[in-house]
């Protein structure tokens, strides 16, 4: 029998799809809902499967569309009645095996917003009955539903404690256990889905059957599980003293944003008065973790005490002028001076420029100094290179210019101001690092340069020398799992990390800081550091994720048009590649 036969009709929906070219039309096979008054539930159910199963939108959509539609048969009074036919509905799903959780989601959703516009629908008593019986079932295993399905079955057809009694009572015959004690049954139930940590199933069932007994341990239970929202609402529904309890409970543990909001929500300022500034103190420190200075400061919205741990923050960090800065700004007193930060930053061990050998930092920012520079780089055999550009904060706004640019070879570092060459002198600085990043004869070395690589050709986008590399070998690439960046990485290989503070600084600014150049010179100077110490055969195993020697001629990028090609992909190599010692760079 044909889908036409059964009264099917074929309706098209014109849908906008943004991630296609052009506009679509999709089609889904709708059932002719105008007039179920001798359509049965089951027959209803199995046009409704074959509705979704011929329709070609996606998932999501065919879901809204049938919904629509079973709201819509729901206001044509199917009988005997809206209500009734949703729960003989429900009753019959299971039948439907995959199909059965899909469908009842969608039949109780169409459901209760069809409750929000009908006055009434006459068939509430009837329908009850029924929903509590399916319940019942449910509880005893007879019917097999989701346990989501029958909470809700429980709050879109309002069945109390006091209704399932009834129905366990007029059950008597049936079934002696119902009568005895329904609340204990129900109980026992519900402390199944405590035993089986489905938490907040647990709570849906107890709020909605007034059930309280003592909770600490059951709260305690939910938020070592991190069952955080259904801990939340079973407090709220226990009153405050078991919402202290889980404010006090989320302090203990360091959870000082779920303790703050609950604080909020639950106006309990005056009980938790200290809760407000160590969660925003907690939050300071995080975005000083992430170098977004800032972003904290602002945060920090000019309260004394805030900024007062933003300033103690800066110090740890070995941020110096932003301590220097931040007293200056809000007229703060007391605070060490200078040479006492330096001992604060000296005890972190970061890596230093002495260190790696590097003698000079030179800043690059008109014609005759690109000339040179581009002269000493195309003398080495090996460079690291790394960008920097000012952040936004701006949620899904476009980023800011690529700033700098940093080439290192094995004694200078150079810094070009790209934002001020590009202005002044375009072609010469496209001539020049189309040399540079095109020569098969400089191993240019980065991490992570694919992030690099798209943000300057968003920037510059008009230049060539950015669209091709040759000789390009990312060091994040020879680490199957690098963790906690370049600088976890240098710590790994070298003994010692770099200081990210001023990684979110305002790389705008003219001119940089000291710190902010020396900052910039260590991520591309480390880099070849990096390298050498990955191929100097003594290296240890360990350090190296288990390997004596890495073969980090097969990470070579010999071309890269595009710079979104799979590590895989950029494994390939077109040209050879230099020998490359040390003492040659």
């Known amino acids: 029998m044909c889908l036409f036969e059964m009264g099917f009709e074929e309706k098209a929906i014109k849908l906008q799809v943004k991630e296609e070219k052009a506009c679509e039309t999709k089609k889904i096979c709708l059932h002719a809902f105008t007039d179920l008054t001798y359509v049965a539930p089951i027959v209803f159910l199995y046009l409704l499967k074959e509705c979704y199963v011929h329709g070609n939108l996606k998932a999501t959509k065919k879901f809204r569309a049938l919904q629509q539609e079973v709201h819509q048969v729901l206001c044509n009074s199917p009988q005997p009645g809206p209500a009734t036919f949703v729960a003989y509905c429900l009753y019959i799903l299971p039948i439907f095996g995959s199909y059965c959780e899909g469908f009842s989601h969608l039949i109780v959703s169409a459901f209760h917003r069809f409750l929000k516009t009908a006055a009434t629908t006459g068939d509430s008593l009837e329908a009850k009955i029924i929903a509590v019986q399916l319940f019942l079932d449910i509880v005893e295993g007879s019917i097999d539903h989701d346990e989501r399905i029958a909470v809700k079955i429980l709050e879109v057809f309002d069945i109390k404690l006091t209704d399932i009694e009834k129905v366990a009572s ?66 709220t529904f226990m009153g ?43 939050a300071l420190k995080k ?3 992430k170098a977004c200075w800032d972003v904290a400061e602002a945060k920090a919205n000019g309260d004394r005490q805030l900024v007062d741990y933003l300033v103690y923050l800066a110090m740890e960090a070995g941020y110096l002028e932003k301590v220097d800065e931040l007293c200056n700004r809000y007229s703060l007193e007391g605070f060490p001076k200078a040479q006492e930060h330096e001992a604060i930053f000296l005890q972190h061990c970061f890596l230093n420029l002495n260190e790696l050998g590097v003698e000079d930092i030179i800043w690059v920012d008109e014609l005759n100094g690109l000339g040179k520079a581009t002269c000493h780089i195309e003398g080495s055999k090996v460079v690291g290179l790394d960008c920097e550009w000012k952040p936004n904060y701006v949620k899904g706004s476009k980023p800011n210019k690529v700033s700098i640019m940093q080439i290192a070879s094995n004694k200078k570092v150079f810094i070009l101001d790209l934002i001020k060459l590009y202005n002044d002198v375009p072609d010469v600085l496209d001539n020049c690092l189309t040399h540079i990043l095109r020569s098969p004869r400089i191993l240019k070395l980065g991490y992570n340069f694919h992030c690099d690589v798209k943000q300057l050709a968003q920037s510059y986008g008009d230049l060539e020398c950015f669209k091709c590399y040759n000789m390009l070998l990312d060091i994040q690439n020879m680490f199957e799992d690098p963790r906690g960046g370049l600088s976890g990485l240098a710590e790994k290989i070298l003994g010692a990390g770099l200081n990210k503070t001023r990684r979110n600084s305002n790389w705008e600014q003219r001119p940089l800081s000291q710190n902010q150049l020396e900052y910039a010179a260590l991520d591309a100077a480390v880099l070849i550091q990096i390298f050498y110490r990955v191929c100097d055969h003594s290296h240890t195993a360990d350090a190296l994720d288990g390997h004596n020697k890495i073969e980090w001629k097969s990470y070579i990028v010999s071309h890269m048009d595009n710079p979104r090609k799979s590590r895989k992909e950029s494994r390939l190599r077109k040209e050879p590649e230099p020998e490359v010692k040390e003492d040659e760079a």
């Open 170 to 235: 007029q059950s008597k015959a049936k079934n002696d256990r119902w009568f005895h004690n329904v609340k204990a049954f129900l109980e026992q139930y519900i402390f199944g889905f405590i035993e089986s940590e489905s938490y907040m199933t647990a709570v849906n069932l107890l709020e909605h059957f007034s059930i309280r007994q003592s909770g600490e341990s059951f709260l305690v239970k939910m938020i070592e599980k991190k069952q955080f929202r259904a801990a939340e609402k079973w407090a």
């Open 240 to 282: 405050k003293p078991m919402l202290f309890m889980l404010v006090q409970e989320y302090v203990d543990r360091n959870k000082l944003k779920n303790a703050y909001l609950i604080v909020k929500k639950n106006n309990l300022q005056q009980e938790f008065p200290d809760v407000h500034h160590k969660y925003k103190e907690s």
């Open 287 to 289: 975005l000083a973790e």
